[in-house]
């Protein structure tokens, strides 16, 4: 019985083709945003669950101070329930032409980074090594080595935007000794590695000094402590400090772009609402072009509930096909996506209720002309 039903359903979908494939597309459209939106919602989630209560960042208690003096490093390392402390330095900088920007990342290769690594970005200790041997060497993804055609030996030459050299020359020049994957979620795409010893006796000011710290506390119990006992220790310095977990910054930026869950239940549920009465209303349309061919079905015997599930499994039909192919959009959208956010993904939970809401919103905009349909009286003439 269900067979005789499918070219009934294909003649029903394909009637008006424009018609058709109208309603089509805006179903797409609204399932791809859905998953769009909640693979968004699940990178923020990936996010904060990934960033660690223990690893805290302290840098300038006002931003644009000034960096701060590298000697504080051993004064936060003596520091009660610090387990190891590490400084970072850096300058931005572009590669053959303004267009082509690079972050170069300073950092002093020694086997701490072996702890930390993990969780900014994963480097072997052989090419720490090798960073560590060469002093005006560099570390690089896989990605830029692609990119710009690079090879182990191959020479980077940097111009940077904010660091000279005290030739007062802007052009740095590094040699490729290794490579390292990021990790983590907001490091820039086009970033490379840096020995800082090298950079801090090249540049020509602010010499002795970092752009921050990152330091691991004991137990993510005593972050908050460590935290305070950092910020109390140079309150009264010249150069006062600001520290805050990697997972307090992570919260602090989904504050700062509001309700991220909120937003995303607003716009879906008005792309879904405003698809509904759209869907809605061409069914309803299509429900008044085929009038007479409804009324010869229950002529020829077809019964209301027969009439008013071939109605709503045409809807279904077009819903099921239409939210597959926003979903699946959406989905082989997000691995290019990770690339540059690394988190962004669509579960098989929002999968399966994208497919779910498929059918129950094709139930719903189907379902007043399907009752119209079922309830068609056949008169006849005495």
Excluded at 133 to 140: K, Q, Y
Excluded at 292 to 303: C, D, F, I, T, V
Aim: with cysteine; proline share 5%; charged share 15%.
């Amino acid at each position: 019985m269900a067979l005789k039903f499918l070219p009934l359903i294909w003649f029903g979908i394909t009637r008006h083709p424009g018609r058709t494939l109208l309603t089509f597309l805006q179903i797409v459209v609204a399932f791809a945003l859905f998953g769009v939106l909640q693979g968004m919602k699940t990178g923020a989630q990936t996010a904060m669950a990934n960033s660690r209560a223990d690893l805290l960042d302290v840098r300038p208690a006002v931003s644009g101070s000034g960096p701060l003096p590298s000697a504080y490093l051993a004064r936060i390392r003596s520091l009660p329930n610090v387990k190891l402390a590490v400084l970072l330095n850096g300058f931005s900088a572009t590669y053959q032409n303004p267009s082509q920007h690079i972050y170069a990342l300073a950092l002093d290769p020694g086997k701490q980074w072996q702890v930390l690594a993990p969780d900014i970005f994963k480097i072997t200790p052989q090419a720490l090594n090798a960073l560590a041997t060469h002093r005006d060497g560099v570390l690089v993804t896989r990605a830029l080595m692609k990119k710009y055609g690079w090879t182990l030996g191959s020479q980077v030459p940097l111009i940077a935007t904010d660091t000279l050299q005290a030739t007062g020359s802007a052009d740095w020049a590094f040699d490729v000794v290794g490579t390292y994957s990021l990790h983590q979620v907001g490091s820039p795409g086009d970033m490379v590695v840096i020995n800082n010893e090298y950079l801090d006796g090249a540049r020509a000011s602010d010499k002795g000094t970092a752009v921050h710290f990152v330091v691991l506390a004991s137990s993510p119990y005593r972050a908050d402590a460590v935290a305070h006992e950092i910020d109390w220790t140079f309150a009264n310095s010249a150069h006062p400090t600001r520290t805050q977990s990697y997972r307090d910054n992570a919260e602090q930026q989904m504050r700062a772009i509001g309700d991220l869950g909120f937003v995303i239940r607003a716009v879906v549920g008005a792309v879904l609402a405003a698809m509904l009465l759209s869907s809605g209303t061409m069914m309803m349309h299509s429900f008044r072009d085929r009038m007479r061919e409804l009324a010869m079905l229950k002529a020829m015997g077809y019964s209301g509930f027969r009439v008013l599930t071939l109605i709503l499994a045409e809807a279904t039909t077009i819903f099921l096909a239409a939210a597959a192919l926003g979903l699946g959009t959406a989905t082989m959208a997000f691995p290019f996506a990770e690339q540059e956010v690394p988190g962004l993904s669509i579960p098989p939970a929002v999968v399966a209720a994208g497919i779910a809401g498929a059918v129950v919103l094709a139930l719903l905009s189907a379902s007043v002309p399907a009752a119209f349909a079922a309830r068609l009286e056949i008169k006849t003439c005495s």
